[in-house]
């Protein structure tokens, strides 16, 4: 292969004339023992090596059986194998060593044939689509599924944005990272007829509209930031070395495109450890944060999602890495694009901001909180945590098994030993054998989605189709021993059903929760949920569309003898309400006020409406104290929905009252500086609404 763009062979840095086509036995051992005596020196839970090149598959499958066979030896379990590849050389045979190893490989693909081949061409001259697609094809049997990592994809802007994104999703990747052609302030980024911002933009827009149905590593750490990890943008610190065939270590290798021996460290296996490594000034230099980013940067108000741009896009000659990225203005058009204009879909927003929104437009809203929560869920995982291969393998195996979980409205708040907990429930949905030690909470083994067992401490839990078995304890779903607590699925009607959750010990809000409720105390809530929706269907149809789109779960709380109404809701917990046993009408109040909190939550999360450094405070006629911007976004779309239901009841004193409150609190929001333009459009699409009404 001769690709023009590769940053190995093809710019400016050539110390691959120096060095040995492959890596020799001794230094492979050598590395194996470095790695492996680093991640015993900090704990480390796990180690990713990432084959890499060059082309790691002309090495041929016995070499790579036997890196892959030392590597393993050598650092144990908590290896995280992974190999990045052209693929035009993958085998049948070489896929037996990947199965045989657990490597996961991640394909070079540009697009469809003509996008593709622009650059991806063999030395003859001849292009490649055709080989990789072979290759693709071997990684998508059901043999080879659980070894295809996704597809890297560098941009052209001669190509066209949707049909390159349309072509990646025909091989079915498990996930997608998209490239900036590697450049910097001396060797400027190749210009088309459109930018890079704009390119990666229309991509984004119809991602979006898709329902987000692969992930994709660029989107999802600016959407996320902290939790998607990738070099290309984020505050997070660097944590990857190269080891070149001969056992020199080097920074990240995309430093090749700057100058001949920019990613040296003057240090190799032989004579340093990792932590010398680690302590090189521009790596050291890297692990700073926004301190280490120039002073352009840390006066941005988006680089908490940009980071400054890819370290290597930095470079000038004059003054080294000290500037943003030479793809700034591409960034920051991306940025914005996702966050003021369609983190959601615009036609989405301006229905929500009615009030009740329909079914369409809130079902856009679940698949945001299904994104965020993988992201998560990758970041914990993907140090190679116990119950994260296994969570990967059924998510190939078992989509939705596994999204039914993840989409269980308090899995987003876990933390790493609560993958393992996830794991099981995947596999008891799956049918899928796995063996786990899974620690319990207050005395339970909970199941997200299933139930909880009761049972003390940390054991071993292995699954099998219908059930698990967890100590001396064999739970069968269908016939369930006393210690398990099945988790409770109320069907009340018009298309709902909900979660009755009184186990989830990740439920809590800050309120009183109630226990595990009896039989009668779980029908006495079917009753008055039932009673509270055929209320809504008489009075304000309307809202019903989107409470059967949002609402999954209700969490009962327990009276706390004021007979006072309380309800909660979270953005870390969307589906979720909590609220105490009130009567019908009361009851439909509640959940019409604590979804639109739901909604402007998942809203929130991708569409940022407001300024957050903004320290304003605002005074509204419902709360004695000042609150800030979002307390009165949240707190004015909550109430636009209670004031619609009571109008629609026919009781002018209170609609009259709540109507005055959204009045103030509205003019209010719009007469500040501190909501983005998609925030003041969201608002005037309240105020519209407001102003409309009649009684």
Not at 121 to 142: E, P, W
Not at 273 to 280: G, K, P, S, W
Not at 515 to 522: E, H, T, W, Y
Not at 625 to 634: I, K, S, T
């Amino acid at each position: 292969m001769k690709c023009d763009y590769c940053y190995v062979y093809e710019h400016a840095d050539q110390g691959w004339r120096r060095q040995p086509s492959l890596m020799d036995p001794a230094v492979v051992r050598t590395v194996a023992r470095r790695i492996a005596d680093h991640a015993e020196r900090h704990r480390l839970p796990a180690v990713r090596v990432v084959l890499h090149g060059g082309e790691p598959l002309l090495a041929g499958a016995a070499r790579l059986d036997e890196i892959a066979t030392e590597l393993h030896g050598t650092i144990g379990p908590r290896l995280d194998l992974r190999m990045q590849t052209n693929g035009v050389l993958l085998t049948e045979e070489i896929c037996a060593v990947l199965r045989a190893h657990r490597i996961r490989v991640g394909v070079s693909l540009d697009g469809d044939v003509t996008a593709h081949d622009r650059h991806r061409r063999f030395a003859h001259g001849a292009g490649s689509h055709r080989h990789v697609r072979r290759a693709l094809a071997l990684l998508r049997a059901d043999e080879n599924r659980d070894c295809y990592a996704g597809l890297l994809c560098t941009v052209d802007l001669r190509n066209d944005p949707i049909a390159v994104y349309r072509a990646l999703l025909a091989e079915s990747p498990p996930r997608i990272d998209f490239l900036l052609p590697h450049a910097t302030w001396e060797t400027p980024p190749p210009a088309g007829p459109t930018s890079y911002g704009r390119w990666l933009s229309a991509i984004f827009a119809v991602w979006t509209e898709d329902g987000r149905r692969v992930p994709i590593r660029l989107f999802d750490a600016l959407l996320a930031p902290g939790e998607a990890r990738t070099e290309a943008v984020g505050l997070g610190p660097a944590d990857l070395v190269v080891i070149e065939t001969d056992g020199s270590y080097e920074q990240v290798d995309s430093l090749k495109v700057t100058y001949d021996g920019a990613a040296a460290t003057g240090l190799d296996v032989f004579t340093a450890t990792v932590n010398e490594v680690a302590a090189h000034p521009m790596i050291a230099m890297r692990q700073t944060g926004l301190a280490g980013l120039s002073a352009t940067c840390r006066a941005c108000p988006v680089v908490d999602r940009c980071g400054g741009g890819q370290f290597t896009h930095r470079f000038r000659s004059s003054n080294g890495f000290d500037n943003p990225s030479v793809y700034c203005a591409d960034l920051q058009e991306l940025i914005g694009f996702i966050v003021d204009r369609d983190g959601l879909a615009g036609w989405v927003r301006d229905e929500l901001a009615s009030g009740a929104g329909g079914a369409a437009a809130v079902g856009q809203l679940p698949p945001i909180h299904e994104a965020i929560t993988r992201a998560r869920v990758v970041t914990l995982g993907s140090g190679g945590a116990d119950g994260w291969a296994e969570l990967v393998a059924l998510d190939e195996a078992a989509p939705d098994a596994v999204r039914e979980v993840l989409t269980h409205p308090f899995v987003r708040r876990g933390d790493v030993a609560y993958l393992k907990n996830v794991a099981v429930s995947a596999a008891i949905r799956a049918g899928a054998e796995i063996e786990l030690a899974v620690e319990s909470r207050d005395g339970l083994l909970f199941l997200p989605t299933l139930g909880a067992l009761r049972r003390p401490g940390t054991g071993t839990v292995r699954t099998f189709a219908g059930g698990f078995r967890a100590g001396d304890v064999t739970v069968r779903l269908a016939e369930p021993p006393p210690a398990w607590l099945p988790t409770r699925r109320l069907a009340i009607g018009f298309g709902i059903e909900v979660v009755l959750e009184d186990s989830d010990p990740l439920r809590g809000s800050g309120l009183a929760l109630a226990g595990r409720l009896d039989d009668a105390a779980a029908a006495a809530w079917q009753q008055r949920l039932e009673g509270a929706l055929a209320g809504l269907n008489a009075d304000a149809p309307d809202y019903l569309p989107g409470i059967a789109a949002a609402l999954r779960a209700i969490v009962p709380l327990a009276p706390d003898g004021t007979g006072k109404q309380r309800a909660g809701s979270a953005r870390t917990a969307f589906g979720a309400v909590a609220a105490t046993p009130e009567e019908p009408d009361a009851l439909a109040l509640l959940l019409v006020h604590e979804v639109q909190h739901l909604k402007l939550g998942a809203i929130l999360d991708v569409c940022p409406l407001f300024d957050p450094r903004d320290p304003t405070r605002i005074a509204v006629r419902w709360r004695a104290d000042p609150r800030p911007v979002e307390g009165v976004l949240q707190g004015s779309y909550a109430f636009l929905a209670v004031a619609d239901v009571w109008r629609r009841r026919g009781d002018g004193g209170r609609y009259a009252e709540i109507r005055g409150w959204l009045d103030a609190a509205l003019d209010a929001l719009l007469a500040g500086s501190f909501l983005t333009p998609a925030g003041v459009r969201f608002v005037t699409g309240m105020r519209a609404t407001v102003d409309d009404w009649s009684i």
